[in-house]
């Protein structure tokens, strides 16, 4: 069936860093590419997305790369802050269903 | 724009309780969702509606858990009777279109 694997599980930087997460999906019928972060005990509030007509989205810090043949997609971000401290959830769905099958998440702990 | 609200925020029960779950969606959104995250994963889809008709329900165990949306706004999730594995967060999401999806901040069943 449709699945999302996501890696790594954890991630750990300094201050400054940049990070990396990457998600690869199963459904090649997949065209719509969102990351979510979730702070604790808080609700998932969307960062990013990317559509699969594109290959790379940008927006400040945060930068989504797509690659279709391998099907995969990764986020980076940069000049990590703690504030960027999280769990980040990668997902995928097609486009005329909306149904959102998440990766299994990312907990982001930016060091000071 | 306001947001997607959810009550109870909490909720602690006996197993074979029942319990429902309250979500009003963002105002003109006509897709609504409802999934379960289990601690330490990511939210998986119960049940996707497109105003009152229902989209999705392959992954609601229909035995214990039903949902409805009267009149296409407002949704109600119950679970009847509750197990001990059903202790999560349930999380109502909404879309205008079936893609991008808002958060509600979610009720948290707690099962005894």
């Known amino acids: 069936g449709e699945n999302v694997e996501q890696h790594p599980s954890t991630l750990s930087v300094q201050e400054g860093d940049s990070a990396v997460i990457k998600c690869t999906y199963s459904?090649?019928?997949?065209?719509?590419f969102p990351w979510y972060k979730q702070e604790l005990g808080k609700r998932p509030q969307l960062i990013i997305d990317?559509?699969?007509?594109?290959g790379e989205k940008k927006d400040q810090r945060i930068a989504v790369t797509l690659n279709k043949t391998a099907k995969h997609f990764s986020l980076h971000i940069t000049e990590t802050q703690p504030e960027d401290s999280a769990v980040y959830f990668c997902?995928?769905?097609?486009?005329?269903?909306?149904?959102?099958?998440f990766g299994q998440g990312t907990t982001l702990q930016v060091k000071p | 724009e306001a947001g997607v609200a959810q009550s109870p925020r909490y909720k602690i029960i006996e197993k074979r309780q029942s319990v429902a779950f309250w979500c009003n969606p963002i105002?003109?959104?006509?897709?609504l969702y409802w999934y379960q995250q289990i601690l330490g994963q990511g939210p998986k889809l119960l049940i996707q509606?497109?105003?009152?008709?229902?989209?999705?329900d392959s992954q609601l165990p229909k035995d214990r858990f039903s949902a409805e949306r009267l009149k296409g706004v407002d949704s109600t999730l119950k679970i009847q009777p509750a197990k001990l594995e059903d202790s999560a967060v349930y999380l109502c999401?909404?879309?205008?279109?079936?893609?991008?999806?808002?958060f509600g901040p979610g009720t948290r069943l707690l099962v005894l």
């Open positions: 997902a995928a769905s097609k486009s005329n269903t909306g149904k959102l099958i």
């Open positions: 990317i559509r699969s007509n594109v």
């Open positions: 459904d090649s019928a997949s065209n719509y």
């Open positions: 509606f497109q105003n009152n008709g229902v989209v999705d």
């Open positions: 105002s003109g959104h006509a897709t």
């Open positions: 999401a909404s879309s205008s279109f079936a893609e991008t999806q808002y």
